[in-house]
């Protein structure tokens, strides 16, 4: 059979999540609200809070204070960008945009991470500068400060826990905030130490444990965001063992131009050119490849292309002159390895 005749998306996915109407649908729409709810809580809360500890931090004169203002305004665009790129990511595919917007919420990930990885570097030089000559920072009003800041920090993130952080782009704003109570939490504690032992240079050495959180969780998002945009196979899932793992089924002789990506967070997807042998069931092999592939991977967005080991478009066998060549007419410029089955698999 030719290969278009065996293309298809494995729609049941769809079906069964929420995709396509029905009651998925509905509940799909009730959860993407309740999303909206939690981090619009957790925005008015960092809002409120950060306008008083700029005024607090400038009057204290605490590097430590200001910069957890100056996170927390990164917070605060971090939500605000995860809401927007959640709207975006809602609306149907349409016209040249056949995953619809999607990855907007891989860019507002991204996004997220980069505003860290910049903030870190702008608030290390702060600090190390700081480090050499201390300023007098009034270590009551920043202790004060910063124990409301963990309260409220604790409160953002839990609201923002109650959504859905397997999307990335939730995961960037709740790494933005949680890095923040961390901040907050090592502010404190160099609050303690210039009320008992007027040190003050804890004041920036609490800003370089910070530095040093933001850099971390600024790494992850980049990283994490950049594998989507380069098309890389989802972390945990390598493509040799999955072609592996399919040409060992009964009738598939090879497999090739195997490729495996994510749309958008836990959305992967794949393609694949199937060989199957004369006179096999095509369908039934699609159809099973496609539910392990679904059982095992987690992967239901894969479409397969299935032919006839020797077969061209037109349905007609043809003559394989070289031992060994199962598709000298299938994908001349295949990508990737080819996998064969072995010789006595059958």
Not at 87 to 93: D, G, I, N, T, V
Not at 99 to 110: D, F, M, N, T, V
Not at 198 to 218: E, N, T, Y
Not at 329 to 342: E, K, M, S
Request: hydrophobic share 45%.
């Amino acid at each position: 059979m030719a290969g278009h005749e065996h293309s298809q998306h494995d729609h049941e996915h769809d079906h069964k999540h929420g995709g396509r109407g029905g009651h998925g649908g509905h509940s799909h729409g009730v959860a993407a609200d309740a999303d909206r709810r939690w981090l619009l809580s957790a925005l008015a809360l960092i809002v409120v809070f950060m306008a008083g500890e700029v005024v607090v931090g400038f009057a204290a004169q605490s590097l430590a204070l200001i910069s957890d203002a100056a996170h927390m305004l990164t917070d605060a665009a971090s939500i605000v960008l995860a809401l927007i790129a959640m709207r975006l990511s809602a609306r149907p595919a349409r016209g040249g945009y056949t995953y619809g917007l999607k990855r907007a919420e891989i860019l507002s990930a991204q996004a997220n991470g980069v505003t860290l990885l910049i903030l870190s570097a702008w608030l290390g030089y702060e600090a190390v500068t700081r480090l050499f000559e201390p300023p007098e920072v009034a270590g009551t009003l920043v202790l004060v400060t910063a124990l409301i800041g963990i309260v409220v920090n604790i409160a953002a993130a839990w609201c923002m826990s109650k959504a859905n952080r397997s999307s990335l782009n939730v995961e960037g704003a709740f790494q933005h905030v949680l890095t923040d109570l961390y901040a907050f939490i090592a502010t404190a504690v160099a609050g303690v130490i210039m009320v008992t032992t007027g040190f003050a240079r804890a004041d920036s050495i609490a800003s370089l444990i910070v530095v040093a959180l933001m850099l971390k969780a600024g790494i992850g998002l980049v990283r994490d965001s950049g594998r989507i945009f380069l098309e890389a196979a989802p972390a945990g899932i390598d493509p040799d063992t999955v072609a592996d793992r399919l040409v060992a089924q009964p009738l598939v002789e090879e497999i090739h131009d195997l490729h495996i990506w994510e749309i958008t967070s836990n959305q992967p997807a794949l393609s694949a050119h199937i060989l199957v042998t004369p006179g096999g069931d095509c369908h039934a092999v699609r159809r099973e490849l496609q539910r392990r592939l679904a059982d095992e991977y987690g992967i239901s967005h894969s479409t397969l292309q299935v032919d006839h080991v020797g077969e061209d478009e037109a349905g007609a066998l043809l003559q394989i002159t070289t031992p060994g060549d199962l598709s000298p007419d299938h994908c001349a410029d295949a990508h990737g390895p080819v996998h064969r089955a072995g010789p006595h698999k059958h």
